[in-house]
């Protein structure tokens, strides 16, 4: 992904963010509804096909050409990935603290666009704390309810309480972010300053819900995209998704339907955290041995 084409990426997720706090400022709860319906528009249009393109990253990083060896990367990371969503049935509580944790790692690791070292680390830091303290620490009542149907209430009320103590320090780290970019490169800085302003408003004035998902489909997920397909000028990544997708999007199907008899709202909410958090963690490990190759930048 070039300096370009982040810039670009960039500036129009701040013009939407805008767009959808302007809004908010004119109909006041215009987003308060649309939440959840939001959340899953997100899922199927940007953030399952994001996830999909694990397919060729893996090949592309592993180097797979044989039959034999892509059935193991797929089994070992559909394993994965049942093994957590089993240990989340069992220990919902700690889950929902690890995927908040990992969540923070991930969020920097793949939205950074400053690079390593002492002058990127900073960066890694606030964009991977903004999508998670900000809105449970400005928005704690909603935040708590939330992650209650995640994991017991005791655990939601606790991680919410951890982050309130947390959004100011994390308002500083974005701020230290900007002049440690501001040190080597004005117009990074400039960039990064939009960027993380934009979340900071998004989620200061939007419902966590909605902001989350804004957050995830149009920069989080979207970048994803645009650096895999990178990779090759072919657009052979997205095309190699789209039955990844299908039986991602049939998985979630089929979740939801064991779940049918809850309450069809927090069914909905389990199927999608659930599922993001069993998919994060392979999605990690690749991203990460995908960057050690240089396959990623």
């Given at each position: 992904?070039?300096?370009?084409?982040?810039?670009?990426?960039?500036?129009?997720?701040?013009?939407?963010?805008?767009?959808?706090?302007?809004?908010?400022?004119?109909?006041?709860?215009?987003?308060?509804?649309?939440?959840?319906?939001?959340?899953?528009?997100?899922?199927?249009?940007?953030?399952?096909?994001?996830?999909?393109?694990?397919?060729?990253?893996?090949?592309?990083?592993?180097?797979l050409r044989q039959s034999s060896r892509m059935l193991g990367f797929l089994l070992g990371y559909g394993g994965l990935a049942l093994a957590l969503i089993l240990a989340w049935w069992w220990w919902s509580g700690a889950m929902l603290g690890l995927f908040l944790a990992l969540s923070v790692v991930h969020f920097g690791d793949s939205d950074s666009l400053g690079g390593e070292g002492p002058l990127g680390w900073p960066e890694h830091l606030a964009r991977g704390l903004c999508p998670v303290v900000l809105p449970l620490g400005?928005?704690?009542?909603?935040?708590?309810?939330?992650?209650?149907?995640?994991?017991?209430?005791?655990?939601?009320?606790?991680?919410?309480?951890?982050?309130?103590?947390?959004?100011?320090?994390?308002?500083?780290?974005?701020l230290v972010a900007v002049l440690a970019r501001l040190w080597s490169d004005e117009r990074a800085a400039l960039w990064l300053s939009l960027e993380l302003g934009a979340l900071s408003i998004l989620f200061g004035v939007l419902p966590p819900l909605a902001a989350f998902a804004l957050y995830f489909g149009?920069?989080?997920?979207?970048?994803?995209?645009?650096?895999?397909?990178g990779i090759s000028r072919s657009g052979r990544p997205l095309r190699q998704t789209l039955l990844i997708t299908g039986v991602t999007l049939l998985a979630g199907c089929l979740g939801y339907l064991l779940l049918r008899e809850q309450d069809p709202g927090a069914a909905l909410l389990r199927v999608v955290f659930i599922g993001l958090a069993a998919l994060t963690v392979p999605h990690m490990l690749l991203i990460h041995l995908a960057r050690r190759r240089r396959v990623l930048v």
């Open positions: 992904m070039t300096s370009i084409a982040a810039e670009r990426h960039g500036l129009w997720f701040a013009l939407l963010v805008t767009l959808t706090v302007a809004l908010d400022w004119r109909y006041p709860g215009f987003w308060e509804g649309w939440g959840l319906a939001l959340l899953l528009i997100m899922v199927v249009v940007t953030g399952v096909p994001h996830g999909a393109m694990d397919l060729y990253l893996g090949l592309h990083t592993l180097k400005l928005h704690p009542e909603a935040s708590a309810a939330l992650l209650a149907v995640l994991a017991p209430p005791a655990v939601a009320s606790a991680l919410v309480s951890l982050a309130g103590s947390l959004w100011i320090p994390t308002l500083l780290v974005c149009l920069l989080h997920s979207t970048r994803h995209l645009l650096k895999v397909n």
